[in-house]
């Protein structure tokens, strides 16, 4: 077809063409950085003022001038942790279960595997809605810790088991086979073979489904976090608040000091978030570094 | 080839995840410390209070409980309390599941409430805490109208309202665009404006844009000329540079025209709804109760912008409170009405 001579007379404008596309691209880019950029100038102007060290260790406050941000800090952190560890073991070993010892693909688990496909879609506030009903009510847990978690380990669980799932195909056929030919038996190769190759691309992706978690607001709200804690949580059972909740409750504040406190908490939470995800992109290159 | 590497990765960012809650923990106390050494001095007398203390409802009260809990904690560090905002309604669902020991409101408690609580066994005591009025704002670049009067604000929001321009509320007004903002449902201020405007509670017009929260309410009618809203007293008071607040028949929402009730029909007293159990048995429960009706608690009040109830209503609360009296005053509490006929019938 290209060599096609009939197409030559028109080569110009196909390299237009080409050129013009190249640019739509370039913008499309371009706008998303841009965007970026002034959200982010617009933060570090508001926020960066209050940032300190009394406001990162202190307590909650009405006051927008006194108030810290550390109880809702905790929470986050006992959120995230917490759902890492619900939903790492049960996402990776189902995903493993769905793609090395699944390999005759039955009926059953075509219907698992799209409706996984499909939870991964829903809304967030649905799953908190199913947390309250499910762990807060049924199960007693009330608006504790263990709830906000178990709910966020639902919500993450279907994208989870999808990037494992990923990670796991990307390894080729030929090492499990070749694994299995010398003897080892599926666990074996899998356990020495398919996931120590497969383990940057499943951190990858945990990484950024636990930092999904940690920006969420909604479901928690459904499932009982609260807007102020004047202790910090000591156990599982107890009531907490998340900095994205702060977060939501300053911005909605009357008093326009409020909304720099924000600001202020939003930068933290965003330093927090590229911590979290710079280690993702470290596991990525050590594992390109490898190969 | 390297087995053993494999599992190196994941240990280290559990270990490291673990070291981070650890630190979470100690981290934490050690910034209780010196707060609470600090500030204990000044009620060495009182015995260490501790347990928890749950307060949840009402958006439009929590700035006033926030600020409390926040000063009962300096004279009471081991209280673990929380305060939440759900919702005037949906904080009265928790305290109807026992979940809460205080729920907050922004209206007086209904009486399918009141019945749900009667049926769960659940004794409550009823402490109005302040007043507030709500505000009808509207963009500074609205020359046109200062006043408006209740039976007005029933023409633009009454139920079968479709009026699309200021000359249909007045004919003095311009032929202008309006626009109408308000608060959701479940917002207590809304249930208590369309009760004092419209006659019958939760009856609005179709046409306005409900809004969660009171913020962008106000930021909308800040950009809107023809627009129009209702909001706590708090959000005009905070906003008076982006908006103005119009005077239902000649009176306007300031501090003193609130408190004396010539605000009328729309200022209105907040509450506080105490499980009587939980201060029976739960020491902290009453000693919050106490300290919220205090100094401590007018200065919240004045400081969350809310209007100061009256001194002799004040003695009439405390009395209640101490007599333990459970059960609603306001059954019959109507828009307009002041406080302390309502305590003076009894």
Redesign the interface.
Known sequence: MILDPSTHHNLRSRKRLDVLFGRLCQLAAGLGILILIIFLVKIIVDGVQNISWAFI???????PSRTGI??A??GS??V??LT??FSVPVGVAAAIYLEEFNRRKSRLSSIIQLNIANLSGVPSIVYGLLGRFLFVYFFGF??SIIAGALTMTLLILPTVIIVTQEALKAVPQSYREGSMALGSTQWQSI??QV??NA?SGI?TGIILSISRAIGETAPL?VV?A???????P?GLG??YTVLPIKIF?W??????KFHQVAASAILVLMVGLLFINSFAIYFRARAKAKK | M??K??WV??TY??GA??A??LI??S???T??DP?TGSTTGGSATTAKLSG?L?I?GSSTV??IV??L??D??KDN?G????????GTGSGMKKFIAG?IDIATASRSIKDDEVKALAEKKIEFVEIPVAYDGVSIIVNPANTWATDITPAELKTAWGKDSTITTWDQINAKFPKEKITFYGPTDNHGTYEYFTEAINGKKNEIRKEYQPMQ????I?TAVAGDKGGMAFVGY??Y???KDKIKALTVSGVGPEEKTIADGTYSPLSRPLFIYVNKNAMNTKPQVKAFVEFALGEKGKAAVT???YVLLGEDVMAQIKAHVAAGTAGTMMKDFKPGMKLSDVYAKK
């Open positions: 260790v202190g307590d909650l406050s009405q006051r550390w109880p800090i905790v952190l006992y995230m942790v890492a560890l009330k608006t356990r020495l996931l120590p383990l951190l709200i009982g609260v807007s102020y804690v004047s202790n910090l000591k107890d009531s409750d911005a909605n504040e009357s008093q326009e | 390297s087995n590497s494999t990765l994941p960012i559990l995840a673990l981070l809650v979470g923990c981290g934490g106390s910034n209780n707060a928890d749950k949840d929590y700035p926030s600020l809990s926040e009962f904690k560090p209280v673990a309390q929380t305060v939440g905002k759900a979940e929260e009171y913020t962008p106000v708090n959000y008071a905070d906003a400081e969350a912008h």
